[in-house]
């Protein structure tokens, strides 16, 4: 039996030969072979990893990502918020009091591997918090609900 990276790495073989066939256009075949690449990488992305020092045991560790208290805390920040979408600076002030910054920034990234938040593409150097705006000292990632 094949573990969930060789399946992906599989996948994504299959998928840049039939891409290096035909480069003008994406075939019905390569738009199958992304939703399978993509299923690949969402299954992997729900294994449990094993440590190469004890691969036996190591297969007993944590189940899949599961929807937390914290998580969930997240994601109806998210969906309460007006535009549904802000940066990981604007969402440890609407969270603060309630989890520390690093807590809200990795429950927002651990959103994102599960598949409920994603990148906008957009980047923000500001973001109003209510009062003002609030100037940020670098381009921050604008995150979505999906």
């Given at each position: 039996?094949?573990?969930?990276?060789?399946k992906?790495?599989?996948?994504?073989?299959?998928?840049?030969?039939?891409?290096?066939i035909?480069r003008?256009?994406?075939?019905?075949?390569?738009?199958d072979?992304?939703?399978l690449?993509?299923?690949?990488?969402?299954?992997?992305a729900l294994t449990?990893?094993r440590?190469?020092?004890?691969?036996?045991t190591?297969?007993?560790g944590?189940s899949?990502?599961?929807?937390?208290?914290g998580?969930?805390?997240?994601l109806?920040?998210?969906?309460?918020?007006?535009?549904?979408?802000?940066?990981?600076?604007?969402l440890?002030?609407?969270?603060?009091?309630i989890?520390?910054?690093?807590?809200a920034?990795s429950?927002?990234?651990?959103?994102?591997?599960?598949?409920?938040?994603?990148?906008?593409?957009?980047?923000?150097?500001?973001?109003?918090?209510?009062s003002?705006?609030?100037?940020?000292?670098?381009?921050?990632?604008?995150?979505m609900?999906?």
């Amino acid at each position: 039996m094949s573990s969930p990276r060789d399946k992906v790495l599989q996948r994504a073989g299959e998928l840049i030969h039939s891409w290096r066939i035909c480069r003008e256009c994406i075939p019905e075949d390569i738009e199958d072979g992304i939703v399978l690449l993509k299923q690949a990488v969402d299954d992997m992305a729900l294994t449990a990893k094993r440590r190469a020092s004890d691969p036996e045991t190591s297969g007993q560790g944590p189940s899949p990502m599961k929807m937390t208290q914290g998580r969930e805390q997240i994601l109806r920040v998210f969906r309460n918020h007006p535009r549904g979408q802000m940066c990981d600076a604007e969402l440890c002030h609407l969270v603060r009091g309630i989890m520390t910054q690093s807590g809200a920034r990795s429950r927002r990234s651990e959103l994102v591997r599960m598949g409920y938040l994603r990148d906008t593409t957009h980047r923000v150097r500001s973001y109003f918090d209510g009062s003002q705006h609030v100037q940020l000292p670098r381009a921050q990632t604008l995150w979505m609900i999906v």
